[in-house]
């Protein structure tokens, strides 16, 4: 079976509720004809305005992490429960900038994995290498230690999405060259189903996320191996997320 294209939004640390609930609005008519499927992943206290803005469209809400634990003493956290009350179906884990900023680990992106799925989030799961990485000839090995340890005791991979973010791409400019991101992913995947055996890995979803935009959204996407983006800056503006949700155009 095919692998649905899927594209989702990273807003980051952007958009008031109200600010939000506009920008969706403003998103909904540009989108309806959408084939893929899209996402949003807003600010957690977004979320009831984007709710209601996005309802009757296509757009499915998504959140940018969640605690492993069910409830307790977790200050400043939110758990799956939460976002599910509040129609969430995607959240985004160890985003490489909770992991350089805020002490995710592949353990912590782990946990939080397992407590998503096991709650009915889907969670995207982010992973990539740094530019020094990359140039000292290190990618494989982080992503398969990203992979070996992020992904311990999962199930299912048709559950979950990947996003490889290659961190030297991210708000940078500097998109991967499709032949670049194909080929990661394609490792990606080959690397999955040799870890995780008959764990469904054939039709787990890998999208591609660093300075994805309107204008090389469709090289990208006609890559065998890249099966949808996770958009960051574009996100923000309508028309630039619909010209990427309509790369098929
Ligand atoms: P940019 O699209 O702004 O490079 O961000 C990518 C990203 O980090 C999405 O999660």
Redesign the pocket.
Known sequence: MARKPII???W?MNNTAEEGAALVKALKPLIADAKCEVVV?VPAIDIPAVKKAIHGSKIKLGAQNVHFAEKGAYTGEISASMLLAYGVKYV?IG???RRQYFGETDESVNKRTLAALKAGLTPIV?IGESLEERESGLTEKVLDRQLREGFKDVEDFSKLVI?Y?PIW?????R?ATAEQANETIAYIRRRVKRLFPHKNAGRMRIQY?????AKNAKELMAQPEIDGG??????LKPDDFAAIVHFDR
């Open positions: 989702a939004g990273n980051k992943c985004i985003h490489s900038e982010c996003a973010e791409a991210i708000g940078t400019g998109t996320g660093g300075s994805m935009n996770l958009i960051g800056g574009a996100s």
